[in-house]
């Protein structure tokens, strides 16, 4: 039967918003035969949150993109969907995404926009597939994703590939879905699949937030040259 694999970083203070992002996972319908899982790993150097989903700890602060890394390798689903432990998944959410892979078999990944507080995060693709590069293109040209990445599902295999969420010190998660959007084509969805939570203790809102951007986008623009480079691309299976 296939599985669906929700992963979900999270720091030891979080256990207030992360028990309401596993009420949004099982709240979750799928489509017939399939199944879901939910993997939680804690960032930090001891354990405060067990009893969530399929749950560990790293034992070390790590990072977000290690702690990420940590719980793939435990994830059991052929799919794979990031769900950032203080936002919540929409209704509907993981079988469009499943319903994208099915209808469209040469697509790799699915990535649908959240909602924002009462505003939906402009998507600046349109909806539907997108071939091999349309991603890094926006992101060469304007210096930004075009899309949240956040709201990423993708091949679990496809995401093992690339090495998983990148050591990008501000842009982890846009390094990996530029990388699998170079080497394979994907789905836009353009209905609101997830909540994104606004509070003090995000990451974006820290003092520090602001540094090492233009490096970051540099690891970026060189691995989407490279791919291009080389002529990598994966196949439709």
Not at 19 to 43: I, M, T
Not at 188 to 217: C, F, K
Request: net charge negative; charged share 20%; aromatic share 6%.
């Amino acid at each position: 039967m296939p599985l669906l694999s929700v992963l979900t970083a999270v720091h030891g203070d979080r256990a207030d918003v992360l028990a309401a992002a596993g009420e949004s996972v099982a709240a979750q319908e799928l489509p017939a035969g399939w199944e879901l899982e939910w993997v939680v790993q804690e960032d930090g150097d001891r354990p405060r949150l067990g009893g969530y989903g399929e749950y560990e700890a790293n034992g070390a602060q790590l990072g977000v993109a290690v702690t990420r890394n940590l719980a793939l390798a435990r994830v059991r689903g052929e799919l794979v969907r990031v769900l950032d432990s203080d936002d919540l998944l929409l209704p509907g959410a993981l079988a469009r995404a499943i319903e994208a892979f099915e209808e469209h078999p040469e697509i790799h990944w699915v990535i649908a926009r959240p909602r924002m507080a009462d505003a939906v995060y402009f998507q600046l693709l349109p909806e539907g597939v997108h071939g091999r590069g349309a991603i890094g293109s926006y992101v060469q040209e304007h210096r930004r994703a075009p899309v949240h990445c956040a709201g990423l599902t993708a091949k679990t295999a496809t995401v093992r590939a690339v090495g998983g969420w990148c050591a990008n010190p501000r842009a982890e998660d846009i390094e990996l879905v530029a990388a699998i959007s170079e080497l394979a084509p994907g789905y836009l969805d353009g209905t609101p699949s997830w909540l994104y939570r606004n509070h003090d203790g995000q990451t974006v809102r820290q003092a520090n937030w602001g540094m090492l951007h233009a490096e970051s986008y540099l690891m970026i623009h060189q691995r989407i040259a490279a791919a291009r480079a080389l002529g990598l691309r994966m196949g439709t299976n």
